[in-house]
């Protein structure tokens, strides 16, 4: 019995978490996010929530990615983007299941 659960645990630690970010460039002027929007991009995360084939436009500065990764090694990455733009910055990571109200949707 003991060897399922560690079985079971194993495969846990396999599958992908969602994890929403929120990321704050407190010496950056507004188009330091349009370039903050760039690097994350490129290292995998979207300004994007819901289906793939009716999204809605997260707010400001706010991102979703689907990773094999801990919130800390989340953390990590979103920080060492974001102070590369700006060194005063902040950030938070959530992981899990979220609910909007009134997003708007990509133009």
């Not at 706010?62 to 733009?85: C, F, G, N, P, W």
Request: with cysteine; charged share 25%.
């Amino acid at each position: 019995m003991a060897a399922k659960s560690a079985r079971a645990t194993a495969s846990s630690k396999d599958l992908k978490s969602r994890f929403t970010v929120r990321v704050e460039l407190h010496s950056a002027a507004a188009q330091g996010y349009s370039a903050l929007d760039d690097a994350m991009e490129a290292v995998g995360f979207s300004r994007m929530i819901g289906p793939s084939d009716d999204p809605y436009l997260l707010p400001q500065a706010e991102y979703r990615i689907l990773a094999k990764r801990t919130r800390a090694q989340v953390r990590d990455l979103v920080r060492k983007v974001a102070a590369s733009l700006d060194a005063a910055c902040s950030v938070l990571v959530t992981e899990g299941s979220c609910s909007w109200y009134n997003l708007p949707r990509p133009k």
